[in-house]
């Protein structure tokens, strides 16, 4: 099987961590916990963790080069590994979508996502993307501090529901089969 570089994206430092604009870092997180990735190494501006995800080889990327470009350490690893766009899949906060909702797509344009915008940039458009719902504060002048704001307490246990849920049918994602995942990640979150 072709190896895959799967990319969350985020800001770097702690006191981002747990921003909304970081679900896509918690979402490669959770994935290297609960499928037993190596450590975090720094490499093409981030870190880096290796793994297999089922019956593949993945890279996890985190860029440490902040959302706005994000596209760069991106490009680095793709260069390194000698991998096309659509080996990339990408994972990251999505205003537009209901807190803790996900959707899986290919291809489109940036609407609004600095990351998203640095990745066309400098990959072009052709990856694969999970959108982590994070809702939107319903006025665009609150979106910074809400997307720049903490997850609220009420929020960590959907939170921590989603991301386990995401990182246990990666395996799906991983086989290319978005239907499925999106099916069993939304079966898990019923219970």
Sequence with gaps: MAMQLWVGLGNPGPQYAMHR??????AA?????????????KKFHGWVQEGRVGNHKLILLKPATFMNDAGRAVRAALDFYKLATEDVTVFYDELDLAPFKLKVKRGGGAAGHNGIRSMIAHIGDGFRRVRLGIGHPGHKDRVTGHVLGNFAKT????????LGAVAAEADRLADGDDVRFL???ALRLQD
């Design 21 to 26: 604009h970081n679900i896509g870092f918690m």
């Design 29 to 41: 997180d959770a994935i290297a916990e609960i499928h037993g990735f190596s450590a975090p190494s």
């Design 155 to 162: 929020e960590i246990d959907p939170l921590a529901d989603l």
């Design 183 to 185: 099916n069993d990640v």
